[in-house]
């Protein structure tokens, strides 16, 4: 078996919703459908889709068809549930790295669905800042997925 993958929200979004990585992304996906994600990455999804409709960037049939590919996708993906180690990993990380409370979450469930193993894992991540924190924490990070795809 390859390297498993753990998808941040950043890396999921273009899947939903028209952007420049959506064709690197979709060719990405193909390759390597099965997902690890986080249990709030569907929350974080459906906040960035809502402010896209706010910012009037997404309209309405958009914003259906979008929260649609996402439940497809959730339906499909291992997802990390909300654990107590979930929460304590989090807070170590944040000591650690600059991260937002939400990235820290996301990459604590990374590293504890990997079982603190991260160098056969792969974080798929398009923020810069907690793709720093990955790589730095041993997962192959894939920002880029024209570089890969």
Not at 43 to 70: K, Y
Not at 90 to 115: F, G, I, K, N, V
Request: charged share 20%; hydrophobic share 50%; proline share 5%.
């Amino acid at each position: 078996m390859g390297a498993v993958n753990f998808w941040d929200s950043s890396a999921i979004l273009p899947l939903l919703v028209e952007e420049t990585t959506t064709p690197s992304a979709l060719v990405y996906y193909a390759d390597n459908p099965e997902i690890v994600a986080w249990w709030g990455t569907p929350v974080e999804c459906t906040s960035a889709l809502a402010r896209l409709e706010r910012e009037a960037r997404l309209d309405s049939a958009g914003m259906t068809q979008a929260l649609g590919q996402l439940n497809a996708l959730q339906m499909a993906w291992n997802e990390v549930q909300p654990l107590d180690g979930v929460r304590q990993i989090a807070q170590r990380l944040l000591r650690l790295h600059p991260l937002r409370a939400a990235d820290s979450l996301q990459l604590a469930a990374a590293l504890l669905a990997c079982e603190h193993r991260p160098q056969s894992w792969q974080f798929v991540c398009l923020d810069t800042r907690l793709g720093l924190a990955a790589e730095r924490e041993g997962f192959k990070l894939i920002q880029h997925f024209t570089a890969i795809a």
